[in-house]
């Protein structure tokens, strides 16, 4: 890797970010991270802000935002938009309880159907199998 920080080829700033090559791409192509300019007969080069950028993305990634919400987030980094960002983090709050309901929901549900398959009673019928057809 380049020892400047501000002179990093696009394989040392994938390395630098904890992400591949085609991830950069990729963010570039969805708006989130900007193509620096080639000098001529150059390869393009990316900075410690970029890495950060990067970083950022990923982590919000784990958060479970969306592209888009990162997108909104990124343009709300100045710190000066909190209520706004806030209102995107209490949106992914409710999604995320949600899917807890849901999962909550599901655990339930399985664990009555293993209940039944352990409980037998001398039935030819596998009770979870049976309960997957009638759906």
Not at 53 to 73: D, P, W, Y
Not at 82 to 106: G, K, P
């Amino acid at each position: 890797m380049s020892r400047h920080p501000e002179n990093l080829s696009i394989g040392a700033f994938a390395r630098a970010a904890g992400v591949n090559v085609e991830t950069i791409r990729f963010y570039q192509l969805k708006g989130l991270l900007a193509t620096p300019e080639r000098a001529y007969g150059s390869i393009r080069r990316y900075g410690s802000a970029d890495v950060a950028r990067v970083k950022f993305v990923k982590s919000a990634q784990r958060l479970g935002f969306t592209l888009g919400a990162i997108g909104q987030l990124l343009k709300l980094e100045d710190g000066t938009h909190c209520s706004e960002a806030a209102e995107l983090a209490v949106q992914r709050l409710d999604d995320v309880r949600a899917r807890l309901a849901d999962l909550n929901r599901m655990a339930h549900a399985l664990s009555t159907l293993v209940g039944e398959c352990h409980a037998g009673n001398g039935r030819v019928s596998c009770p979870l199998i049976a309960s997957l057809h009638g759906s």
